[in-house]
């Protein structure tokens, strides 16, 4: 059923129908595999070259091992990234500016004797003669040295000027773009339909399908500015803090156990709420990266403050027996202060917990003063607690109206108890008959329960009220039955408290735990003694700043901080467009790529500070740009010239992630809950997933009705062992910017096979069967447009109904196997006909073609 359609139907043209046989094919090859070393913006004859485009990487890639930032592994005490070391004088100088045929290094790369080449030969690395002919240039031009740029603030650059292109401009973001198409001598593409524009932005924004009244609504609405208020409306909606939420989630880390062996379940889901929340309310995003790192230490902090940096506590923890506390500890904080690089800095600081950084101007002194910052919670380490103190509990309106409706019921029920003792009078234990029957003094009450009958009822805890429950059973029984009622009362607020969530968030020591660098990051070997500070090729902290983690905070969102608005627009931008302007989100050293539009990138990062950190606003400028909303489809030319499509002459077009897939069944099918927020869910999985995982400690148990349709988000992470939908996506055990995007058969068993689909399929089918006084061929394409937001072409409604005409046959042979076909799935079907089946099984190859798995 996933061939329903030929390859060459279900895609746009000129997309995903090269042959691998094919002559096209053999040609295009080469140029693919060879495109990654293309320079971004390529030096022609007349063009200076430029050091940290065009030279850099090459120094980076092949040199820096042997002679960059890393001292114990340096090589003939020569650096070469930095400028006083590479372009010093004298005897011992390598590069003589103006003077590339007397410079050492240009004999060094183009020796003939093994012992002398650079690269040396046991490295595997060779320079081209295209890169050695770069170096001559840029040595004759006077070997003019600048930073990488990612350490320099970024300036607002002017948007290009256009020659060719300039009526195609929709925003400042099309400058750039064409203008440097216009340098390529390649022409964007057209823009895409309507139909393709509104399912594209849904699926962007919200992570959801748009319902067919809506893509009607979009297709009438004639007015010039239809597509920027689509925008607006998609902004607002509920669902766009959900979409958002997920990268963020995938990037912090989060999911709902504690990882290692034990893999304790936690209560970390108010904060991820409060993430969605965030993005829907549109927190500016220097204040989003303040809340989350240093929150608690604000002045006059607030719950929901506090309750942000539960994002610091999403690291896992180690309750694994054998494991030392110390260790434990260290590695916590190695992560939060890891993660906070990666996230917000685009760095690889884990590089240095051992050595100096081998290409990036980050020393390991940089690293532990760095994690200084972090050094300073109360969490010794110890246990496997997933409610490790510091807590916050966060009670939601029904858990606070449970525990207060049970404190209300220990007044009440004290009251009374309390009246009733002032006449009560305790029956005293019966003295034991003696042999001369004489008088004896009745023994005392017991010890304990005089004790507790001393207290105010209101005082006694559950377990002494049960201990006169006990005592006086048997003869005191309407004292009993009062006792009684108060200690399930007791009980009551026992289980409304425990059911309230307590989120592990940030707070620091009142005294200042001193910081040590660690031999091989060792928790045990600690060095010298280093104190909070940011690395020194980095701006200081802001004037009057804290030296602690509010301080760190804001230095991250500082002007002058270079990084943090580069990497999140970078973010956004990979979202949107599939690839970041920096390919390598994870890495804005010197070993990450150049970005392909380096002017842009720089705007953009400078449009984001000026907005107030507007995320919502930068979203909207991205969307709405012509480069945007330009049609996927390839032309040769496109395919030859940049087949990875860096460029942007087209819109990039790739395959949904697997939470988004499964969102988008469940809504064409009808079943999508609209809840949001709250613990998490337990949708279908195979049997034993957890068991075998956690050795019969833990098993998994469904849930039922309305959780089991909730959104992806909103699904259970176990974090050694993910949701089973979720193929290609983040462990969720550390810090996670960037996942692969592979194309797997072994992905359509689940999109084929797995309960979840076949009942949105059989839903689709009941959705559209529903629908009186409709033909088959009219059935067919409500359901089609129900995923695809478009009606199937002539051709594909004919395969469509000859499709349905077949499956009516093969199950009208097996009545048996449709009727247990289309119980799959915990809703009942409206009846078990052989009709039925047939539709679900064609909704089934509906909900697994290209297109459906694709964001065009």
């Not at 995003?285 to 309750?307: C, H, I, K, R, S």
């Not at 009980?491 to 409304?496: G, I, M, P, S």
């Not at 399929?761 to 089609?784: C, K, N, Y």
């Not at 697994?848 to 964001?855: A, G, H, I, P, V």
Request: negative net charge.
């Amino acid at each position: 059923m996933r061939q329903l359609l030929p390859r060459s139907e279900a895609n746009p043209p000129g997309v995903g129908t090269t042959s691998v046989r094919s002559p096209a094919f053999r040609r295009f090859l080469p140029l693919a595999l060879s495109w990654f070393c293309l320079s971004p913006t390529p030096t022609t004859a007349g063009e200076p070259t430029q050091f940290q485009r065009d030279i850099l990487p090459i120094l980076s890639d092949n040199c820096f091992a042997c002679h960059g930032p890393d001292a114990a592994q340096r090589k003939a005490d020569l650096r070469l990234d930095l400028q006083a070391e590479a372009l010093r004088t004298g005897d011992h100088a390598v590069i003589r500016p103006g003077h590339s045929g007397e410079s050492e290094l240009i004999r060094r790369m183009t020796s003939a004797d093994p012992d002398e080449v650079m690269p040396p030969p046991d490295t595997r690395r060779a320079l081209t003669a295209n890169q050695v002919a770069l170096f001559r240039r840029w040595i004759d031009e006077g070997a003019h040295w600048s930073e990488h740029w990612a350490f320099e603030p970024p300036a607002r650059p002017e948007p290009p000027h256009l020659q060719r292109w300039a009526g195609r401009v929709r925003n400042p973001i099309d400058r750039f773009i064409l203008a440097r198409l216009e340098r390529e001598e390649l022409e964007p593409s057209a823009e895409a339909d309507r139909r393709t524009l509104i399912r594209r932005l849904s699926l962007d924004l919200t992570g959801l399908p748009p319902a067919p009244g809506e893509v009607k609504a979009f297709l009438a609405d004639a007015s010039p500015d239809a597509y920027d208020t689509l925008v607006s409306r998609l902004l607002e909606e509920p669902a766009y803090g959900e979409r958002m939420a997920w990268d963020w989630l995938d990037a912090a880390r989060y999911a709902d156990s504690n990882g290692y062996q034990g893999d304790q379940d936690r209560t970390m889901w108010p904060w991820r709420d409060w993430v969605v929340d965030a993005f829907n309310r549109n927190l500016p995003y220097d204040q989003f990266t303040v809340w989350q790192l240093a929150g608690d230490l604000l002045p006059g902090a607030t719950t929901e403050q506090t309750l942000a940096t539960g994002f610091c506590r999403n690291h896992m923890i180690n309750g694994e027996g054998g494991r030392i506390p110390e260790e434990n500890r260290v590695d916590y904080v190695m992560d939060m202060m890891e993660t906070t690089g990666t996230l917000w800095m685009g760095l690889t600081l884990n590089c240095c917990r051992c050595h100096d950084h081998k290409y990036d101007p980050l020393t390991s002194e940089d690293y532990y003063s760095f994690y200084a910052f972090f050094n300073q919670t109360p969490v010794d380490g110890g246990g496997g607690n997933p409610q490790t103190p510091p807590l916050l509990t966060v009670p939601d309106e029904a858990r606070r109206a449970a525990l207060d409706e049970a404190l209300r019921l220990i007044r009440e029920r004290s009251e009374v108890l309390a009246e009733f003792e002032k006449t009560f009078a305790p029956p005293l234990p019966t003295p034991p008959a003696t042999e001369t029957g004489a008088d004896q003094e009745p023994p005392a009450l017991p010890k304990e329960v005089r004790r507790i009958l001393d207290l105010e009822p209101a005082d006694r805890n559950a377990a002494e009220l049960y201990e006169l429950e006990k005592h006086f059973n048997a003869t005191s029984p309407e004292f009993t039955t009062r006792v009684r009622s108060l200690r399930e009362a007791r009980d009551k607020e026992t289980r409304a408290d425990k059911a309230i969530p307590r989120v592990m968030v940030m707070a620091d020591r009142k005294e200042w735990r001193p910081t040590f660098m660690l031999d091989k990051g060792l928790y045990d070997k600690p060095g010298k003694e280093v104190f909070a500070r940011v690395p020194r090729h980095l701006p200081p902290l802001p004037d009057r700043a804290p030296t602690n983690r509010l301080g760190l905070a804001q230095w991250l969102v500082a002007r002058n901080h270079p990084l943090t608005a580069r990497v999140t627009v970078n973010h956004f931008w990979q979202q949107f467009f599939g690839a970041g302007l920096v390919k390598t989100p994870e890495n804005f050293g010197v070993q990450g790529e150049y970005p392909v539009h380096d002017q842009l990138l720089d705007w953009l990062a400078v449009e984001f500070m000026d907005s107030g950190w507007d995320v919502k606003a930068l979203c909207r400028l991205m969307v709405t740009s012509a480069t945007y909303r330009q049609s996927s489809r390839a032309t040769a030319e496109l395919l030859q010239r940049d087949p990875q499509n860096r460029l942007l002459a087209r819109a990039p077009r790739f395959r949904m992630p697997s939470w988004m897939i499964r969102d988008q069944a469940l809504a064409a099918a009808g079943l999508l809950s609209e809840k949001m927020g709250g613990p998490p869910v337990r949708p279908y999985q195979p049997d034993g997933v957890w068991a075998d995982a956690t050795f019969g400690n833990r098993r998994y148990q469904p849930d039922s009705g309305e959780p089991l349709y909730r959104r992806s988000l909103y699904v259970f992470w176990r974090r050694i062992v993910g949701p089973t939908l979720f193929f290609d996506s983040a462990s969720r055990q550390v810090c996670s910017v960037k996942q692969p995007r592979t194309n797997t058969p072994l992905h359509a068993l689940a999109t084929l096979n797995d309960v979840t689909y076949v009942e949105a399929a059989r839903a689709l089918a009941e959705r559209v069967l529903g629908l009186d006084g409709l033909s088959p061929s009219q059935r067919i394409a409500h359901a089609f447009q129900l995923v695809l937001a478009r009606p199937p072409s002539a051709a594909e409604q004919e395969r469509l109904v000859n499709a349905l005409e077949r499956l009516r046959k093969e199950f009208e042979t097996a009545p048996d196997q449709a009727a247990a076909f289309v119980r799959n799935g915990e809703s009942a079907p409206a009846n078990t006909s052989v009709e039925l089946a047939a539709y679900a099984a064609l909704c089934t190859a509906i909900l697994n073609l290209d297109e459906t798995l694709t964001r065009e």
